[in-house]
């Protein structure tokens, strides 16, 4: 007996960063007290006019350009009817006929190797009033309402679960990098429809669209709901209706809302109140130009500068270091170590003391200086730890802070083997246990060793005198 196939397609709300909002001059800051950045247009009083915010434009088709698309330099914005009390026209703007964005891509890494999930479009709308349900009564929030949004809809390319989270996960990245969203998907502003649909053919089956799934790890688990779901009826012998359903986290089960209503239900029209966009060449080069290093790009870059895959993720999942680092591309310096000593001990002090690396003293001659410092075993792990603060802290020269605190390192071959054979003469028992092939003996030396010298000696040179004393 064939099984059923998955078939799932995800559309995908992404709330802008701007000033005002996308149809309004109102504040676009949906977190303030309840209904204070609205006026007459949020509200929809009678002969008041929208006007698009062209800032959202740019970031639609910088969003837009990052997804692989093509642009359309004609647009119109359309009416999509429907009555609902949080939508106080009667309608929503959105783009029907003419998404600003359209035919684009994005790859992503499968057990199976790199796939590539289309885009089949990326269109402006603006965004609905907050519902809020309190004692058996609705109260709405018009802060959220006409917040700019720009709605990316995938083609039906994924089939499991993983494909479907690796998806999100990848829209969600490229979007922040971009710098058009927070795409903080636990506070709403990334908010994920999943049509899912099971068939033992190629032809696609009855869909069922989830609704404003809340996080990526809801999308793995509603998804695997729903398919359980759908085969259960289908082997029933019964009919699949194709419907609109919620999850619910608590329960780990989908929900029924409402049955699915044709497009021409919503009636759309072209808006007749905002006349044509007519997007230029040089608008769209200028924006291309602002698009900073992708997250697949920068992968590839790191990997070239032989940075470890692991720290390759810790970089990409912290923007402002990634960005930070990247000043250093068209310079010689050890990448595996300035990645290491970045995500390591700077990010602890980053921290702890809660700042921004900017917030710092290491600028970018001052951050050669360290790291070539421990390339060249200038400095030790010890040493570096013992001077980090105040490096960070204040603009003292590296010789001059290690001479301050008494830490330049002893580097001298003649010297080293003096303080190694005197560590030897002391602890003999130790000498012998080594020489019985106990290796916790040679860790014990090696510390008595840095401890001998208060730190100052060169680890690596101080590991090879160690060796060849123990062993004559």
Do not use: W
């Not at 993983?162 to 979007?175: D, P, V």
């Not at 409402?258 to 239900?265: I, S």
């Not at 900017?358 to 970018?364: A, I």
């Amino acid at each position: 007996m064939n099984s059923y196939k998955p078939t799932i397609g995800i559309e995908i709300h992404i709330e802008l960063k701007t000033n005002s909002k996308v149809f309004s001059p109102s504040k676009n800051s949906y977190n303030d007290s309840p209904n204070t950045n609205i006026n007459e247009i949020d509200l929809a009083y009678p002969g008041v006019l929208p006007t698009v915010n062209e800032e959202v434009v740019k970031k639609a088709i910088k969003a837009s350009l990052a997804l692989n698309m093509s642009i359309n330099k004609k647009m119109h914005f359309d009416r999509k009817n429907y009555f609902y009390p949080d939508l106080p026209k009667g309608y929503q703007i959105t783009q029907n006929k003419t998404p600003i964005g359209y035919d684009g891509y994005v790859d992503i890494e499968t057990e199976k190797g790199k796939k590539r999930i289309r885009i089949e479009r990326l269109h402006i709308e603006e965004d609905t009033a907050k519902s809020l349900h309190h004692n058996g009564k609705t109260l709405l929030n018009y802060n959220r309402c006409t917040v700019p949004l720009i709605e990316i809809v995938s083609k039906p390319d994924m089939t499991t679960k993983e494909e479907a989270c690796k998806y999100a996960e990848k829209l969600r990245e490229i979007l922040f990098y971009t710098g058009v969203s927070d795409c903080k998907i636990e506070e709403g502003s990334m908010r994920c429809d999943v049509n899912v649909s099971v068939s033992k053919t190629d032809e696609l089956g009855t869909r069922s669209e989830i609704k404003n799934i809340g996080s990526i790890s809801q999308i793995k688990d509603a998804i695997e709901y729903e398919i359980k779901r759908q085969t259960a009826i289908l082997e029933d012998g019964k009919v699949l209706l194709e419907d609109t359903r919620k999850y619910n986290a608590e329960t780990g089960k989908t929900e029924f809302m409402r049955y699915k209503e044709p497009d021409n239900d919503y009636r759309y029209f072209k808006e007749p109140d905002i006349p044509y966009l007519y997007i230029q060449d040089k608008d769209i080069e200028e924006i291309q130009k602002e698009l900073i290093l992708l997250p697949d790009e920068r992968r590839k870059i790191y990997l070239e500068k032989d940075i470890s895959k692991i720290n390759i993720e810790k970089l990409i999942a912290n923007k402002e270091l990634s960005d930070y680092l990247n000043m250093f591309l068209d310079n010689n310096i050890d990448f595996k170590i300035a990645s290491n000593i970045l995500l390591e001990d700077i990010t602890s002090y980053l921290n702890k003391t809660n700042k921004s690396i900017y917030d710092t003293t290491l600028t970018k001659d001052r951050f050669i200086e360290l790291t070539n410092a421990i390339k060249t075993d200038k400095i030790s792990s010890k040493i570096f730890k013992i001077i980090l603060d105040d490096y960070l802290e204040t603009n003292t020269l590296l010789d001059d802070l290690l001479k301050e605190k008494d830490l330049i390192q002893i580097s001298d071959k003649e010297e080293i083997r003096k303080l190694i054979k005197k560590v030897l003469l002391s602890n003999e028992e130790s000498v012998k246990d080594y020489k019985n092939g106990k290796e916790n003996a040679y860790k014990y030396l090696m510390g008595m060793v840095m401890k001998e010298s208060k730190g100052k000696v060169n680890p690596k040179i101080s590991n090879e005198l160690l060796r060849e004393e123990l062993n004559k």
